[in-house]
């Protein structure tokens, strides 16, 4: 079973910085365009960025500019690199295959970032 591990979350202030990682077991990582995505219980679930298996990004809405998506198939390990936070991007954050690309991994647990005084 294919699965991703988050990790990497916490409380930041405004304008300040997180750097969220997924460990993915089970799978030919490298094989898979990847993404973030984030869930809270008003905007319910959503896409972020991703990442294609050679390395093209795209991103979505305020995370263009202010994040940034990495992949390391060497270590099975996809990277969000989140700068500039706002209040708004207090969410629990998931990693899993890109949209359109296949059935999606069983769920992770995810990493909750807040962003607050």
């Known amino acids: 079973q294919v699965q991703g591990v988050e990790s990497g979350g916490g409380l930041v202030q405004p304008g300040g910085s997180l750097r969220l990682s997924c460990v993915v077991s089970g799978s030919m990582f490298s094989d898979y365009d990847l993404a973030w995505y984030r869930r809270t219980e008003i905007r319910q679930q959503e896409l972020v960025a991703d990442?294609?298996?050679?390395?093209?990004?795209e991103y979505v809405g305020s995370a263009k500019g202010r994040f940034t998506i990495s992949r390391d198939n060497a270590k099975n390990t996809l990277y969000l690199q989140m700068d500039s936070l706002k209040p708004e991007d207090t969410a629990i954050y998931y990693c899993?295959?890109?949209?359109?690309?296949?059935?999606?991994?069983?769920w992770g647990q995810g990493t909750q970032v807040t962003v607050s005084l």
């Open positions: 990442i294609s298996k050679s390395g093209a990004t």
């Open positions: 899993n295959i890109a949209p359109m690309s296949g059935t999606f991994w069983s």
